[in-house]
């Protein structure tokens, strides 16, 4: 009996235009898929998300192994500027083109393909499950985060779990995520006083104190990194005063920025630290200062040994490429799973992600479907 193709999987999913937080039909898709092959499947929406749990087995046996991922996909950006169509899935020269070949509906579908395939062809004495969601991409409050709440409430579990995003930079198989660094944005906004430019004593200038504490914060090195993680970053990514006129000093101006940090860090102390810094400024300057702080997520780590190394023989075994372990990257929904169970990611080479003309070599669907089947029967041996 032939095995679940995880290429025309790929793209009936990308064929679903599901733009965060649209569904547009690809977890029906996946229900269908999984409930055909003896898997008992739930929706866990919430907050207008729709979100799938399904397992395979009993909800009490000794060993599960979950797999996590996403079927929202960003948006098109120029979509004029596209040469394939962009949920067309068309194949040319051997690659698959269309939003979220590689973020990640192609990994969704490998992994997938590869739990059917191997509760059929080898029933484990232990339960798979897999728990997708439509809010990765957009605010993730909704998605991975419902997910796991309905698992907690239902007795549902998983041991371990991987999370299928693109974690490759430069070939399949050269690295696997065994945690990620946290992040935080933090809006200012600093109130001063609007005045004529031609007396600027008779002002006061926000914009001198947001460029004197934007260059403070800029400027100051967090740390130079830890065994496991680089350095921690601060990038100034906006700075505005909506003023078009060029004789008047504004009253008030804004800025954001954002910290991507190791495990030196939290979140909650480097707001305090912010917060210190923007006090200072206001003493000062003489200048009001407002902070609004958004913590995305924190860093987490999984401690490289048994997970890793079983995700690592599996990859070395069909690539030849032994991988990196990383912490490297943005943010990605393990940052949720690693409170429930120990959690590594693991799936394609990410570099046409977010772009213009996405696209995935069909050859590492397949790839990636063997990988997830090796990890499967190694896991249950």
Not at 26 to 49: N, P
């Amino acid at each position: 009996m032939p095995g679940l193709d995880p290429v025309i999987l790929t793209a009936d999913l990308v064929r679903c235009p599901s733009v965060t937080p649209q569904d547009a039909g690809a977890l029906d898709i996946l229900y269908k898929v999984l409930s055909d092959a003896g898997f008992d499947c739930a929706w866990a929406d919430r907050g207008g998300i729709r979100n799938l749990f399904a397992r395979w087995g009993n909800a009490g046996n000794s060993r599960s192994f979950g797999f996590n991922g996403h079927t929202d996909v960003v948006p098109l950006g120029d979509e004029a500027a596209w040469t394939m169509p962009p949920f067309g899935a068309e194949i040319k020269d051997g690659i698959m083109y269309g939003r979220g070949t590689t973020d990640m509906k192609s990994g969704v579908a490998a992994f997938v393909a590869a739990a059917v395939d191997f509760v059929r062809d080898t029933p484990p004495d232990g339960a798979v499950v897999i728990a997708i969601t439509g809010d990765e991409e957009g605010d993730a409050i909704d998605g991975t985060t419902a997910l796991l709440e309905y698992m907690a409430q239902n007795g549902e579990r998983m041991d371990v779990c991987l999370v299928g995003e693109p974690t490759c930079p430069e070939q399949m198989g050269d690295m696997i995520k065994i945690g990620r660094r946290g992040s935080v944005t933090v809006k200012f906004h600093v109130i001063g006083k609007q005045g004529h430019s031609a007396y600027p004593h008779r002002a006061n200038n926000p914009l001198t104190a947001m460029v004197c504490l934007m260059d403070r914060l800029a400027t100051h090195e967090l740390d130079t990194g830890t065994d496991h993680f680089d350095p921690s970053t601060l990038a100034v990514v906006t700075l505005d005063t909506g003023n078009p006129a060029s004789n008047v000093i504004p009253a008030d101006c804004r800025a954001t920025v954002n910290i991507r940090f190791n495990d030196i860090h939290s979140g909650a102390s480097l707001t305090e630290w912010l917060e210190n810094q923007a006090a200072t400024i206001r003493e000062t300057h003489g200048v009001e200062i407002e902070l609004g702080v958004k913590i995305s997520g924190e860093s987490f780590i999984t401690q490289p040994g048994p997970l890793s190394d079983l995700v690592g023989k599996a990859v070395q075994s069909v690539t030849g490429v032994t991988p990196t372990l990383s912490t490297t990257g943005g943010t990605s929904d393990a940052r949720f799973v690693k409170a429930h169970c120990p959690v590594v990611e693991f799936g394609l080479v990410g570099q046409s992600m977010h772009q213009v003309d996405e696209h995935v070599r069909v050859d590492h669907i397949r790839q990636l479907k063997e990988i997830y089947g090796r990890i499967l029967t190694d896991y249950f041996a």
